[in-house]
């Protein structure tokens, strides 16, 4: 092989992934502002009937958490995205959001 060659071999060897690629993904789901949400007016009710008068409102959700094998954050963050856009959340009347951390971190 020539140097040009031996040189983009060598370029377009992949790269192992840093640690264990294992990570943690913790997944906020909600609906959006614009849907009724009668789970959160029933729960609000409840808190008031409680004595908590100072409650002006609740909105429910649900929350995920996603341990996952990635070569590096940002391919975690996209898995996680597809997830939630496929599966965990509906995207005609819910939200999400989510964050991406080692497990073990707090």
Not at 31 to 55: Q, R, Y
Not at 80 to 93: E, G, K, S, T, Y
Request: glycine content about 12%; hydrophobic content about 35%; overall charge positive.
């Amino acid at each position: 092989m020539t140097k040009a060659k031996d040189a983009k071999k060598k370029d377009t060897k992949p790269t192992a992934p840093k640690g264990d690629g294992t990570y943690l993904a913790r997944v906020y789901v909600s609906l959006k502002p614009t849907v009724n949400d009668p789970e959160g007016i029933t729960i609000g009710g409840a808190l008031g009937s409680l004595g908590f008068g100072g409650v002006l409102g609740v909105r429910s959700g649900r929350y995920f958490q996603v341990t996952l094998k990635a070569a590096d954050p940002k391919e975690a963050a996209t898995q996680v995205d597809q997830m939630c856009a496929r599966l965990l959340a509906n995207p005609v009347i819910e939200t999400y959001s989510f964050e991406i951390e080692k497990p073990g971190k707090k």
